[in-house]
């Protein structure tokens, strides 16, 4: 590909340091542009070709299961990083480099992958880059050279302020592309991760907090969008790679993906508030029970839709999801309760990277530092190593549905109560042993339930950790831990 403009070698002209990040950042004005979101799709596609990252999302990641949630802590992460406090964006990187040093292992060839390894962590913000720049040329509003040269001097400020040597991103713009184009033809491959965004996670993408409970609704509009964003995506990527990789040519996919960027294009008119990326990840974030004016929104909403969800009952009737509301009451069985709880990762059996990836969102919703994090991590192992002596019966070391049905009393041991313990001891952030309003609103996003707030408005230790363990172990629905570990 070379540098797409064909703009002659120099060396990027890199902003004064202070001005890399904050509301007069590059990244700043693109975070709330529309485009974006095909951009980061296309990026993540590119992260996903990557053999190591490919195989460290197949076996860790809750993407596939979760990835409205995981959408969402990913756009707070990039606010956090390139926003204006110095403060924020250490803590932040800090939290990031704990999480990746966290996934190591090997893939299914038996080769090893590793996140904090440096040439992985370069081409996961290179695709960032290269996508932003390309949704731009794609939607007819070409970057001109000084803006490529900001905003790439930005990425590798992001790069440098996560304690990675910024040498991993070459210097200039003509070597950077000479870099991508080598990544491109030689190192990106076909990987389980890239087939499975690409034709299974869009096709079978569950319901945001809108739409739950209403399947027919959201199956018909998925029909639709799930091939049409595959289509539009795969379009975007190099035709080097598409070739390589045996990706289809879908006829008429080229315009298809042209009209997408240049209807996103077109939408960055609507008013500030319509496309504010914050306004959509509090729309992430909302619970169809919760509280505050987003909610009640929502609450208008979802009624208005499920008049629209009854006129699509009528003409195609479709039976209710397994675990929606009113299905089958405040119950639901053991295999229901481990495939919406305890398989985080979607592949059918219960193993550490799932426990990982529960201690990993109870992590970033309360925003934990050092030693909490490793305490609540610590006390998930403990309660992966009873879970595996207890229910894995074959050896495999993975618990299967039926092994996990077959013992599902044993779930509830010392070592899930220790993580009701530790969780609730990380919760109380001020140490009067119980949790208040604010405490109770970082965990759950939402405000206190009549029935767990004891006292003067407070929620006790005994009556946190029996709630939680009625729900781990009782596989009973609820209110605030269905939200908390069950919602996509």
């Not at 240049?262 to 319509?274: E, H, K, N």
């Not at 990993?360 to 009873?386: G, I």
């Amino acid at each position: 590909m070379g540098d797409p403009y064909g703009n002659p070698g120099r060396e990027a002209t890199a902003p004064p340091e202070e001005s890399l990040f904050g509301p007069g950042s590059q990244f700043h004005r693109f975070f709330n542009d529309p485009r974006w979101a095909l951009a980061v799709v296309r990026a993540t596609v590119l992260e996903a070709a990557h053999p190591q990252i490919g195989a460290a999302l197949a076996d860790n990641s809750s993407f596939v299961v979760h990835p409205w949630r995981r959408l969402s802590n990913t756009l707070v992460s990039l606010q956090r990083m390139f926003g204006a406090d110095e403060d924020t964006r250490q803590r932040e990187a800090a939290r990031l480099n704990r999480l990746h040093a966290r996934l190591s292992g090997t893939d299914a060839r038996n080769q090893p992958y590793d996140a904090m390894d440096p040439e992985v962590r370069a081409w996961v913000v290179a695709t960032l880059f290269e996508s932003s720049v390309t949704m731009c040329r794609l939607s007819g509003q070409p970057l001109d050279h000084a803006t490529m040269e900001r905003l790439y001097a930005e990425f590798r400020a992001f790069l440098a302020a996560l304690g990675d040597q910024a040498g991993h991103l070459p210097s200039t713009l003509p070597e950077f592309w000479q870099y991508y184009d080598r990544m491109v033809a030689e190192e990106l491959q076909n990987t389980e991760a890239l087939r499975i965004i690409l034709y299974q996670l869009f096709e079978h993408l569950p319901a945001p907090p809108l739409f739950r409970g209403l399947p027919t609704l959201w199956a018909a509009g998925r029909a639709l969008a799930g091939p049409v964003i595959g289509t539009i995506t795969v379009a975007s990527l190099p035709e080097v790679f598409r070739r390589r990789a045996g990706l289809p040519e879908v006829p008429g996919a080229q315009t298809l993906m042209q009209g997408a960027y240049m209807a996103a294009r077109l939408t960055g008119s609507l008013p500030d508030d319509w496309i504010r990326t914050e306004n959509f990840v509090s729309l992430l974030q909302l619970s169809p029970d919760g509280d505050g004016p987003w909610s009640e929104r929502l609450t208008t909403l979802r009624t208005r839709t499920k008049r629209a969800g009854a006129l699509f009952r009528l003409i195609t009737p479709a039976a209710a999801e397994p675990g929606a509301p009113g299905a089958a009451g405040n119950q639901r069985g053991a295999r229901e309760f481990f495939t919406d709880v305890l398989d985080q990762t979607g592949d059918g059996s219960l193993d550490w990277p799932d426990l990982a990836a529960m201690a990993r969102e109870l992590c970033s919703r309360l925003d934990l530092d050092e030693p909490e994090e490793t305490r609540l991590y610590d006390a998930f192992a403990a309660w992966w190593r009873e879970l595996q002596a207890a229910l894995d019966s074959d050896g495999d070391g993975r618990v299967s549905a039926d092994e996990y049905a077959a013992a599902a009393p044993a779930l509830a041991g010392p070592a899930l109560i220790r993580v009701a313990e530790v969780l609730f001891d990380v919760t109380d952030a001020d140490g009067d042993q119980s949790i208040d309003a604010e405490e109770y609103r970082a965990l759950f996003r939402r405000g206190f339930a009549r029935s767990v707030a004891e006292g003067e408005g407070r929620y006790t230790r005994s009556a946190f950790v029996r709630e939680f363990l009625s729900f781990m172990s009782g596989r009973r629905r609820s209110t605030p831990y269905d939200p908390l570990l069950s919602d996509a």
